[in-house]
């Protein structure tokens, strides 16, 4: 299940050139889909196919009830840092690696006041669900599936530093869909942007992104 991140009244970030986030989300992750499915023979569903708003426990929901064997959500953030650039990718975990993955996913978990959602509700599930989470399959694949994603990755793509990271999203929360967020770049850093709203570009990596979920489905962690 790939999740193009944000959509509709939510933009997500938006870059120096005014590049949207959930355009350059929703494009990678279609071409991501169209490439599993071609070319990687992986049965592959997208959250949102055009520019909606969808709350981030509609996605995990989906998810869920399409019992995906991979949630993949897929963001092009901003940072404080302009120069912070490169593509990293995020677990579910109470602690954070560091305070910008605090920050950025307070950020994202923020998402849902464009549905008129009570976000109190939501942060009290993730706290429920981190305390229930005896699901260690799930955990351990999501694990086994950042390292195997970003090793990959990393082979053709600049990587952020410290690429594999974890923070308390919402929309990662499935006990049991392994669930992981890539941020492909970021918005706020001149070439990653130029990188993202160039067409050419975007589909380098949705090409690395398709071929490292599919190395990811083939690990024994996934058999
Ligand atoms: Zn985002």
Redo the contacts with the bound molecule.
Sequence with gaps: MLDP??GGPDP??IGLHGTQ?KDV?LDIAREVARLLIDRHRVVTRLTRSDDRFLALDDRVAIARKAEADLFVSI???SAPNVGARGLSAYTLSTKASDSFASRLAQ??NQ?DRFGGRDSKAGRQIVKDILRDLTARHTRNASLVARQTLVRGAGRDLRLLDNPMRAANFAVLKAPDVPSLLV?TGFLSNPQDEEMLRTPDARRRVARVLAREIAAVLSHRQFA
Excluded: K
């Design positions: 991140g944000h997500g970030a986030e989300t963001h092009a953030d950020q994202e998402a941020e």
